[in-house]
């Protein structure tokens, strides 16, 4: 049943067979009610008409046809076959007269309808309140005076009632007396028969009349008696009455004298009090506005430091983007101008070849004619020395072609991991800003109900609280068990130290996540793998901020546990430079697949973000580096000559170069088409996944890849391949 549908509600117990009729909702804008079965509600009662009634819905209107035999009654009043009626709100049916279905007519839209008297915002004064208790008062007094008078009244008007009972008494019985003696009368003008008997029945007539006289008058005097008795009474009544009604003015205008008298002494008195609590409320006030100012203040230097923070962030990633595309214009210039040196070297070596036969023919043209065979031989041999450099020359352009295309396929790339990053950033950013603004809410909220408390104090004129201090503690408590739930970090329990955002969002302490990835590569509460780490400078400053407007145990407890983390971390990070040390030493050997070289990125990333706290342990990992270089410089040359000759038996278009190349080539062009091709990615061997050692000088940190070729051992400043 929906709530704005009217219905009819029982007012009496009815019969266990009409149980069901109890309650009966008036489902549709023309209901009908009656005996017969094509009625929306079916009484079965031999009182109700097959077609008692029918209810009506105009616009917002419910009205009511009598349609019944015996006709119903609304409010006491009968309509009669035929009338209709408008039912409002709690109005009572009767269906039949004998009243055993009796309604109540309950309309669902009225009762929510809106009030229409508007309410009184402003608090009544003192003066509002004392002349309202003065109201009341001579209300409740005339009221009392009232109530004696209608008893005086009543009883005045019993008092006539009897009078006048009386006099109809008295005219009765003299009517009946008359009545008696006229009927004696004529019965004995009706004797008749001998004088004697005539005298008889005349004489028994006479007695009888007597008698009935006699009984009349008896009774009549009882009855008058019984009046003079009662009107007595109501005299008696009526003077004490009176003697109560001034006996009660008395008393009320005394008591109205000594609670007009103490009124004004409890108005008087509570006029001071409330006096000294306007004042104490407007010092609340005050210090409570002073409070607002000093978070809204701390809320715009948030919100301002993050809206730093946030710019300085992309102004970083712009001047990388610029960075990263000044590196690929000056690679793409080294490429091509490797490609025109290879065209130059390829026609030179054609009009060489072109030379060398035109003056094979001046020769064959002295030959005799045993030597046509011989010609036609070198014929063939022109042939596929021309197809040979067509096809170097279409290789070429292959190459360049691939070449623009992985340049390109770089751009996006580096393109969408920048806008990536951008968008993290961004994303981060606006949950704190949204965790600031709900916490700011939350403190307005409690401001909302301080303030509702001291209106409940003023409306109940009682003392005010000592201070604002307990209400300040409160709030600050509140707002730590705040930071405890929402800033807490979920490996260990704590507010976030060193705040560190991953790739999906979630946000650790620095330690913790470190310590996890030793165990996981996966997010500890998602279990997406971890891509990326962020610092999250914001959080780290907001959170020590308002750790300074806390308790001074949680201040205490917050540096007992920055103290015990800072030597946990320079434990940890003794043991990260004793194993970077170790493990530069080695050669380590990765999968094949471009998917790892991108992972092996994003490690780059993650650990630069993450060394940028141990700087002063650089210095150390140059000197591991210098002499790691000097001992193994041996077998880098090695290492390069395999690669040399790996690229020029693997990449397809690097054999059509070698084999289009002849054979009085200088080195220097071989050297050139081999780094050619190790840049443009062959099947064979394009990138190095082993540890390759950079150019000697260049600063390698001990960890991450070679974004150039990819190879670990050192990083792109210092990559050989350059």
């Not at 050692?693 to 050989?720: F, T």
Request: with cysteine; aromatic share 4%; net charge negative.
């Amino acid at each position: 049943m929906e709530d704005n549908t009217p219905v009819l509600i029982c007012k009496k117990p009815l019969k266990p067979e009409f149980q069901h009729l109890k309650e009966i909702a008036l489902t549709c804008d023309n209901f009908t009610l009656g005996r017969g079965l094509n009625n929306s509600a079916i009484v079965a009662f031999i009182s109700i008409s097959r077609n008692h009634c029918t209810f009506k819905k105009v616009e917002n209107d419910w009205i009511v046809e009598d349609n019944s035999s015996f006709g119903i009654i609304v409010n006491g009043n009968q309509l009669g076959k035929g009338k209709q009626k408008k039912l409002n709100h709690e109005d009572t049916i009767v269906l039949e007269p004998s009243e055993e279905f009796v309604y109540q007519f309950i309309n669902q839209s009225e009762i929510f309808e809106i009030p229409r008297k508007r309410i009184k915002l402003e608090k009544p004064d003192c003066e509002d309140i004392i002349n309202d208790v003065k109201l009341t008062f001579e209300q409740s007094q005339s009221y009392e005076i009232k109530h004696i008078e209608k008893k005086i009244q009543n009883a005045k008007s019993m008092q006539e009632t009897s009078r006048i009972l009386k006099e109809q008494l008295q005219l009765d019985m003299d009517r009946k007396m008359k009545q008696l003696e006229n009927d004696c009368a004529l019965r004995i003008e009706n004797l008749q028969g001998e004088k004697n008997h005539v005298e008889e029945q005349k004489a028994i007539l006479l007695a009888e009349r007597d008698a009935q006289l006699a009984f009349v008058k008896e009774e009549m005097e009882g009855k008058i008696t019984e009046l003079k008795n009662q009107i007595q009474k109501h005299n008696e009544t009526e003077s004490e009455l009176l003697k109560e009604n001034n006996n009660l003015k008395e008393k009320l205008l005394k008591e109205r004298e000594e609670f007009l008298a103490e009124l004004n002494r409890e108005s008087s008195s509570k006029q001071e009090m409330l006096d000294k609590l306007k004042a104490k409320m407007k010092e609340q006030e005050e210090v409570r506005l002073k409070e607002k100012e000093a978070l809204e203040q701390m809320l715009k230097n948030e919100v301002e430091q993050i809206r730093l923070a946030k710019e300085k962030e992309l102004k970083e990633l712009e001047e990388l983007k610029q960075q990263r595309e000044k590196e690929l214009e000056q690679e793409l210039t080294d490429i091509r101008k490797d490609l025109e040196l290879k065209v130059q070297t390829a026609e030179q070596n054609r009009l060489k070849a072109e030379q060398l036969l035109n003056e094979q023919m001046e020769e064959r043209k002295k030959l005799t004619d045993e030597e046509k065979v011989k010609r036609e031989q070198l014929m063939q041999e022109r042939e596929e020395i021309q197809k040979k450099l067509t096809e170097a020359e279409c290789s070429a352009v292959k190459s360049i072609e691939e070449l623009k295309a992985r340049v390109q396929e770089r751009e996006t790339e580096l393109a969408a991991l920048a806008a990536d990053r951008i968008q993290k950033q961004a994303e981060q950013s606006s949950e704190v800003i949204n965790s600031l603004q709900e916490q700011l809410e939350k403190v307005k909220s409690q401001l909302e109900s301080v303030e509702s408390e001291k209106k409940n104090l003023l409306e109940s004129l009682g003392a005010a609280d000592p201070g604002g201090s307990s209400t300040k503690q409160s709030t600050l408590a509140e707002v730590g068990e705040l930071m405890e739930n929402e800033l807490q970090c979920s490996i260990c329990a704590e507010l976030f130290v060193a705040a560190t955002t991953l790739n999906c969002s979630h946000t650790f302490c620095k330690y913790c996540i470190t310590m996890w990835k030793k165990k996981k590569k996966d997010c500890p509460i998602c279990r997406t793998a971890i891509t990326s780490e962020c610092k999250s400078l914001v959080l780290d400053s907001f959170i020590e901020k308002m750790v300074q407007s806390l308790t001074e145990e949680m201040k205490i407890k917050r540096q007992e546990m920055l103290k015990a983390r800072e030597e946990l971390e320079s434990e940890l990070a003794r043991q990260q430079s004793v194993g970077t040390s170790r493990g530069s030493h080695s050669y380590v050997e990765s999968d094949n697949s471009d998917s790892e070289f991108l992972e092996g990125e994003e490690e780059e990333e993650e650990y630069d973000e993450e060394y940028d706290d141990y700087d002063s342990y650089w210095p150390f990992r140059h000197r591991i580096f210098d002499d790691w270089s000097d001992t193994d410089s041996g077998s880098d040359d090695a290492d390069d000559s395999d690669e040399r000759s790996g690229a020029a038996a693997g990449g397809d278009h690097g054999g059509a170069a070698a084999a289009a190349a002849p054979a009085g080539a200088p080195h220097g062009d071989a050297t050139v088409s081999d780094s050619t091709e190790r840049r443009a990615g062959g099947d064979g061997g394009g990138r190095r996944r082993g540890n390759v050692p950079g150019v000697p000088g260049s600063y390698y940190g001990g960890y991450g890849r070679c974004y150039s070729c990819g190879a670990r051992g050192h990083w792109a400043p210092g990559c050989p391949f350059r």
